[in-house]
Structures are given as structure tokens and as C-alpha cells.
């Protein structure tokens, strides 16, 4: 291994437990224009090397439809969380231009597309002066429910005013079945104005949570000591003045790792390139 030059990434992993507690190590050797991945099986202190992941048995053939929900303005860190999963599609990998064939073969094309409510207009407000333009109303065909995969709900202010029928658009989504939403801060007001939460785990923003439990009663709060949770199809995550607005990356971190849409070489060195998902679930 006198090639190696650098590790990108440990990971701890059910077959690993199963020798001696070890972790899954994600490794890049650069010898030549190709870079070649091994990974290794740290067992009582002792790294074994083993031969190169085949990697090929994971590719992922599925187009993965991503819609951000931003029906007004919101915290621009939380609508662009959704680059951490951004960074797993084909089109990205294969443009960094550093990434191993099997890497950008194994990764899913993947749109995102932001959409809100048709009186926000062609533009789409965030916070520090920032505007994104609109891809899609949620009137439109192409994004209607079940035709999108996920649906990542990023922060507005709490009073902010939604379209009923931007509610249940959301809510439809949800109730396939199939579709993940992803709540990130503050947007776990909408989700549970659009019904979702109800009954369900949560986090939301730490600082926010009795108001979220005054005004929503049946939410399941957990935003006091879990930076994020899953509860069958809806994830959310905590931030605010006392929990931290980045936790919305650690959300997208854990949900990548879930292996629903990215198969696990991939979620771990990307995650380990942007420097994201080594904090714990809860605080």
C-alpha cells in the first residue's frame, strides 16, 4: 500500500461490528490518472487490507427527483442543505473531474428543483439578500404528488403565511407513502400545518419547541436533545438560537446514509469531501 497518500473516510458499519467492533475505512491511492478504492477492517488496533470494493453490484439506475419547497422567504442555510445530496448525483461527480469510473457509474442522475406558491413569482426570496429562481409552482404537473422522491421543506419565519392548498400538495406527497420529506429548522411548521407531524417524532428548532407544542399538540418533540429524527417517512431536523442552523446538513448526512437512493462508497466520500455527517444524532 505504499501508494496510498490519503484516507477520506472512516465509517463504523454492521459488518464491521461483526469483527471486534472495527470500522469500514473508505481509502483513495493516486499512483496514475486512475484513483483506485480499497478499504480496510480495523480490528483490535490492526488494519487488514482487503481488495477493492466492487462497487458495480451497487449502481444506481434511478433518476432521484428532489423538490425544495419554498413557498416564501427562509433561511438560506437550510434551502441549501439540499447541496449535500446534490453532491451524490452523476452530474456532479462527473464533473468534479477527480472521481474513479465507478464512483460517477454507481452515482443517480438527480434533479432538484425548487418550487413554491404561484403569488411568490419567478423568484424565490432567502435570507442575506439571496434569490433562487422558481423551477416549478406547486400547480404544476410535473411535480405533482408522487412524481417527486423527496421533498425538503427548509425554514421560513413561523407566522409566514402558506397557501392551503400549498398544504396539502405537501401533504399529499406525503401520504403515498414514498415520498420522503425532509423538514429542516423552522420548517417543521409547515409540515405541521400541512398535518404531517402529527402523532410523529420530531425535532424542530430547540428554541422553538413549546411554541411548536402549544400550537401543535399531537407533534411527538424531540427537538430538545435530537439534532435530527426519523419517523417512517418524515425526517426533520432542530436548529434555531440554541441548536445550531447546520444541522440540517447532518439531517441530509443521515438520510443519504439510510441507502434508500445512494449506495454507501458513494454517500461516505462525498460526505467526507464536504466535510458533513461525523456529529451525532442527538446533542
Same mark, same amino acid.
Given at each position: 500500500?505504499?501508494?496510498?497518500?490519503?484516507?477520506?473516510?472512516?465509517?463504523?458499519?454492521?459488518?464491521?461490528?461483526?469483527?471486534?467492533?472495527?470500522?469500514?475505512?473508505?481509502?483513495?491511492?493516486?499512483?496514475?490518472?486512475?484513483?483506485?478504492?480499497?478499504?480496510?477492517?480495523?480490528?483490535?488496533?490492526?488494519?487488514?487490507?482487503?481488495?477493492?470494493?466492487?462497487?458495480?453490484?451497487?449502481?444506481?439506475?434511478?433518476?432521484?427527483?428532489?423538490?425544495?419547497?419554498?413557498?416564501?422567504?427562509?433561511?438560506?442555510? #437550510?434551502?441549501?442543505? !439540499? =447541496?449535500? @445530496?446534490?453532491?451524490?448525483?452523476?452530474? %456532479? &461527480?462527473? *464533473?468534479?473531474?477527480?472521481?474513479?469510473?465507478?464512483?460517477?457509474?454507481?452515482?443517480?442522475?438527480?434533479?432538484?428543483?425548487?418550487?413554491?406558491?404561484?403569488?411568490?413569482?419567478?423568484?424565490?426570496?432567502?435570507?442575506?439578500?439571496?434569490?433562487?429562481?422558481?423551477?416549478?409552482?406547486?400547480?404544476?404537473?410535473?411535480?405533482?404528488?408522487?412524481?417527486?422522491?423527496?421533498?425538503?421543506?427548509?425554514?421560513?419565519?413561523?407566522?409566514?403565511?402558506?397557501?392551503?392548498?400549498?398544504?396539502?400538495?405537501?401533504?399529499?406527497?406525503? #401520504?403515498?407513502?414514498? !415520498? =420522503?420529506? @425532509?423538514?429542516?429548522?423552522?420548517?417543521? %411548521? &409547515?409540515? *405541521?400545518?400541512?398535518?404531517?407531524?402529527?402523532?410523529?417524532?420530531?425535532?424542530?428548532?430547540?428554541?422553538?419547541?413549546?411554541?411548536?407544542?402549544?400550537?401543535?399538540?399531537?407533534?411527538?418533540?424531540?427537538?430538545?436533545?435530537?439534532?435530527?429524527?426519523?419517523?417512517?417517512?418524515?425526517?426533520?431536523?432542530?436548529?434555531?438560537?440554541?441548536?445550531?442552523?447546520?444541522?440540517?446538513?447532518?439531517?441530509?448526512?443521515?438520510?443519504?446514509?439510510?441507502?434508500?437512493?445512494?449506495?454507501?462508497?458513494?454517500?461516505?466520500?462525498?460526505?467526507?469531501?464536504?466535510? !458533513?455527517?461525523?456529529?451525532?444524532?442527538?446533542?
Amino acid at each position: 500500500m505504499d501508494a496510498l497518500i490519503r484516507v477520506v473516510s472512516d465509517v463504523r458499519t454492521p459488518e464491521a461490528n461483526q469483527t471486534n467492533g472495527g470500522r469500514l475505512r473508505y481509502a483513495y491511492q493516486f499512483p496514475k490518472d486512475e484513483p483506485i478504492m480499497a478499504s480496510s477492517i480495523l480490528v483490535s488496533g490492526r488494519e487488514e487490507w482487503q481488495k477493492p470494493i466492487d462497487s458495480m453490484t451497487a449502481i444506481m439506475s434511478k433518476h432521484v427527483r428532489i423538490g425544495v419547497f419554498v413557498p416564501n422567504m427562509v433561511q438560506a442555510l #437550510d434551502c441549501v442543505t !439540499v =447541496d449535500v @445530496l446534490g453532491s451524490m448525483s452523476k452530474e %456532479y &461527480v462527473g *464533473a468534479v473531474g477527480i472521481m474513479p469510473p465507478h464512483i460517477i457509474a454507481m452515482a443517480p442522475s438527480t434533479t432538484i428543483s425548487y418550487i413554491t406558491q404561484p403569488s411568490t413569482g419567478d423568484h424565490i426570496p432567502l435570507s442575506s439578500g439571496l434569490l433562487i429562481k422558481t423551477s416549478n409552482f406547486y400547480t404544476d404537473e410535473e411535480v405533482a404528488p408522487g412524481k417527486l422522491d423527496i421533498v425538503v421543506v427548509p425554514g421560513p419565519d413561523p407566522a409566514a403565511k402558506i397557501d392551503e392548498a400549498g398544504l396539502q400538495w405537501l401533504k399529499a406527497h406525503f #401520504d403515498t407513502g414514498k !415520498v =420522503d420529506i @425532509l423538514s429542516v429548522c423552522t420548517g417543521l %411548521y &409547515v409540515c *405541521a400545518a400541512a398535518g404531517i407531524a402529527d402523532g410523529r417524532l420530531a425535532s424542530g428548532p430547540r428554541d422553538f419547541q413549546e411554541d411548536l407544542r402549544a400550537r401543535y399538540p399531537k407533534i411527538k418533540l424531540v427537538g430538545g436533545k435530537q439534532r435530527w429524527v426519523q419517523d417512517g417517512n418524515f425526517w426533520s431536523s432542530g436548529d434555531g438560537v440554541l441548536g445550531g442552523v447546520t444541522n440540517g446538513n447532518d439531517l441530509m448526512a443521515a438520510y443519504a446514509r439510510s441507502g434508500k437512493y445512494w449506495p454507501q462508497e458513494l454517500v461516505e466520500l462525498i460526505l467526507a469531501l464536504v466535510d !458533513v455527517g461525523d456529529r451525532e444524532g442527538s446533542f
